[in-house]
């Protein structure tokens, strides 16, 4: 009996050895992980591409930050003349009839390349705007409180002036006496 057992066992025994080593053999068969990485990100068609960057704009004294659309239908950033700004320009001031109300500043803000002087008229002692005087712009307290302004402006300077008195006051380029305008304070 015990010789007949023996190599049964041993068949078997050999059969399962082989049997694991086949099995064993299996997992070695990697997935394929190809099929997770196909997803394909096709650029978007970029329609602002045109369109210059906005940027945010600290505009000067007198000058509001606004928004245009050029031809392009892009929103560009411009600087846009307050509500109580003029503007002199080499051929005068611009609006020159300003109407404000009783306690409203008014910018001068000079975009000509030459120097200006905003100042009440009449040329060249500046007495009709009530307390106005060319003669206190001598005192640096005094020369505060005048319509004047008691010095040619450079490019892009800005000079600013509260008007309280009711009426319709003139002034005139000091520089150029020709120049006028006239604002109504209501
Ligand atoms: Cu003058």
């Not at 940027?55 to 003349?81: A, F, H, M, R, S």
């Not at 892009?156 to 008007?163: A, M, R, T, V, Y």
Request: proline share 9%; glycine share 8%.
């Amino acid at each position: 009996m015990k010789k007949a057992i023996l190599p049964i066992l041993l068949i078997a025994a050999l059969v399962l050895v082989s049997g694991c080593t086949q099995g064993g053999q299996k997992p070695t068969t990697t997935p394929s992980p190809t099929q997770t990485a196909t997803t394909t990100t096709s650029p978007t068609p970029t329609t602002t591409a045109t369109c210059p960057p906005r940027i945010l704009l600290k505009c000067d004294t007198g000058y509001l930050p606004g928004v245009e659309t050029d031809k392009n239908g892009c929103e560009i950033d411009t600087c846009q003349p307050g509500k109580n700004t003029v503007e002199v320009t080499s051929s005068g001031f611009s609006p020159s009839n300003l109407k404000i109300l009783s306690g409203e500043k008014v910018v001068f803000v000079n975009v000509d390349t030459s120097p200006h002087w905003p100042a009440s008229v009449v040329h060249p002692t500046h007495k009709v705007y009530p307390g106005s005087d060319i003669s206190k712009c001598s005192d640096p307290v005094e020369k505060t409180k005048i319509f004047d302004a008691c010095k040619g402006l450079e490019k892009q300077e800005s000079w600013s002036f509260i008007l309280d008195e009711k009426g319709t006051w003139k002034y005139h380029d000091h520089l150029n006496p020709g120049s006028t305008g006239t604002v109504v304070v209501e």
